[in-house]
């Protein structure tokens, strides 16, 4: 496919690339600048963490039965028109989805027939004061309304993860960042307002594709801006423990606002706060010398020199004639990402594991038993371990390379989940059930670092559960440097679509992690033998990832590194292939 001459707004530089971080040395690794944008683009993912979550509490089922309104008129009671039924817990309950049919007329005689609820349902008040179960009557024949409405969400995510990288390379950095985070923020306050499920749905698919791009634009935007040795920071401390942040904060919000409406927009308005940051936070100067945009990238960075107090050089960026940049540039797609053999392997060995890392550990959040059945305590623990997780992965990365991090935490990951085959019988972990608070479906398809089953409580054994979440830990860990890994793996005129690709390919895997609890109808540890043997392929994979620890972020495609199999072959096919 050949390439098309495009103006500058959309363009690419073609002469050779100078080495970036070494013409803004002079800024030093850690002022004032950078503790303003490490915090800024940190704080623009809080609501990321909570607005897919949301969806364990505006969408809750709790207890109900018919709505039996000739009740109080003819004396009956309760045991008289209801039939009984076994929950999934095992306990006799009143049926929620019939009734018996009574004869009118008869004073309170019933019918040994039954019929649907045809005058509605009586829901329960305990918990919640409305949800969108609630509020549309999805329960019974329409309870798959409530999966599918998440399902919905990630349809969104996987759009956005699509098209998101494309945007960032195309039009910037800081305008995908706010561009999404209006639409994410705008859609969520007309969502209070839905009518109906549909349109619910509807604004729900909207806000998933802005959900993901301003995280992926800010992951990107934060990486270009930082330094090497503030990066790795900057993705874990940074990006996921505030993401987990927001998720940590959304229990304290539902447990003190009961409506669905009303907890919506609770979530929805902090997002009015982050107007200002668009004068706070700059575009990536790395991005505008890709556009040929030189005096902009330079008023930035001289802007940045201010900030901390330094002197910069009278020239930035010595050999970047605005003029030659703007004559030969290329624009670049996605095909870009395989045209080279390089780059072919680089994009097909990311998404190959974000794949299989998302099936593990969305396969894992819905099989591992739960430790407690109130949904606001399993949120709050949740998140715990995803903050646990990353400030781990960051020790790591203090001593270790980012290669051993994920390969390490993978295979022992892995490795654990293999050992629960070997516990006891009498040991052994339920058939996983995947399930909500109250024994309905409810499946959560959001970004690796925030699944979670909300299951009833269960007595199980210690040793699975210490098991299961020691595995879940490493693969949120492996997870948190893979974002690293790929961001400096992909160079800056192709990495916005580079990760686009890789979050694309794990939300395909999160589609097939649902089915592995059912799995364990035939063998209870079937589930964790298959997500502990692909967390072990997935760790084998990361072998091959070329390491990037102190090395500077590549700006051109000729930069990106070889992955090691390459290094075992011959030194001619060596040779060639970095030619390629």
């Known amino acids: 496919m050949e390439r098309l001459q495009t103006p500058p707004s959309a363009l690419t530089s073609s002469v050779p690339a100078m080495d970036y971080d070494e013409a803004i040395s002079f800024l030093g690794e850690w002022g004032p600048f950078q503790k303003s944008v490490f915090l800024l683009l940190s704080l623009s993912t809080v609501p990321n963490g909570y607005s897919g979550m949301a969806m364990v509490f505006l969408s809750d089922t709790p207890e109900h039965r018919c709505r039996a309104p000739y009740l109080l008129d003819s004396g009956a009671n309760l045991s008289q028109a209801l039939p009984t039924e076994t929950g999934a817990d095992g306990a006799s309950r009143y049926s929620r989805c019939s009734r018996f049919k009574w004869l009118n007329g008869t004073g309170a005689e019933f019918s040994n027939e039954t019929e649907g609820c045809l005058d509605g349902w009586d829901y329960s008040s305990d918990r919640y004061e409305s949800t969108i179960v609630t509020e549309w009557d999805l329960v019974c024949g329409d309870a798959w309304r409530v999966p599918f409405s998440l399902s919905i969400f990630f349809m969104g995510v996987l759009s956005g993860s699509f098209v998101s990288g494309q945007i960032s390379d195309r039009f910037g950095r800081k305008v995908t960042l706010f561009t999404t985070m209006a639409v994410q923020t705008l859609f969520s306050l007309v969502q209070v307002a839905s009518v109906n499920w ?32 503030s990066r790795v920071s900057f993705s874990t401390l940074g990006m996921c423990v505030f993401y987990a942040l927001g998720y940590a904060s ?10 669905w409406r009303i907890l919506l927009t609770v979530l929805s308005l902090p997002g009015l706060l982050y107007i200002p940051l668009w004068w706070l936070i700059p575009e990536s100067p790395r991005w ?22 330094v002197t910069p050089p009278a ?6 004639d605005p003029l030659l940049l703007k004559s030969s540039t290329t624009s670049y797609t996605f095909l870009d990402l395989i045209r080279t053999t390089k780059m072919r392997n680089v994009t097909i060995l990311n998404s190959a594991m ?20 109130d949904p606001y305590l399993n949120c709050f623990l949740s998140a715990v371990m995803e903050i646990a997780a990353y400030f781990g992965a960051w020790l790591l990365l203090k ?5 051993t991090v994920i390969t390490s935490t993978l295979l022992a990951g892995g490795g654990v989940l293999l050992l629960v085959h070997f516990v006891p019988q009498s040991m052994r972990p339920e058939t996983p059930r995947p399930c909500g608070p109250h024994h309905e479906p409810v499946l959560l398809f959001l970004q ?3 699944s979670v089953l909300l299951s009833p409580s269960e007595d199980c054994s210690v040793l699975s559960v210490v098991l299961a979440m020691a595995a879940k830990f490493g693969i949120t860990a492996a997870f948190s440097v893979l974002y690293i890994s790929a961001v400096e793996q992909f160079p800056t005129v192709v990495r916005g679509m580079g990760l686009g690709i890789c979050s694309m390919s794990s939300k395909i895997g999160s589609t097939i992690s649902p089915f592995f609890p059912y799995i364990g109808v035939y063998d209870n540890t079937l589930p964790y033998i298959l997500m502990g043997l692909l967390t072990v392929v997935a760790g084998l994979l990361s072998i091959l990832i070329p390491e990037t620890r ?11 590194q070889k992955i090691n199999w390459v290094c075992c072959t011959s030194k001619t096919r060596t040779e060639k292939a970095s030619l390629s």
């Open 288 to 309: 505008l010398l890709a556009q040929g945009r030189v005096e902009e990238a330079e008023a930035i960075v001289r802007a940045a020199a201010r900030k901390n107090g």
């Open 448 to 450: 690796p670092s925030t």
């Open 354 to 373: 974000w794949f299989v890392i998302t099936i593990s550990y969305f396969g894992l959040s819905l099989s591992t038993p739960n430790m407690n059945g």
């Open 315 to 320: 020239v930035i960026f010595p050999g970047k």
């Open 550 to 560: 102190d090395s500077p972020l590549p700006d051109d495609i000729t930069q990106v």
């Open 399 to 403: 001593v270790v390379t980012r290669k």
């Open 250 to 259: 959304l229990p304290f919000c539902a447990y003190f606002t009961r409506s």
């Open 198 to 229: 549909v349109m619910f749905c509807s604004l729900f698919f909207i806000i998933g594709i802005g959900q993901i791009s301003n995280y992926i634009a800010a992951f990107v935007l934060g990486s270009e801006l930082l330094g090497s040795s």
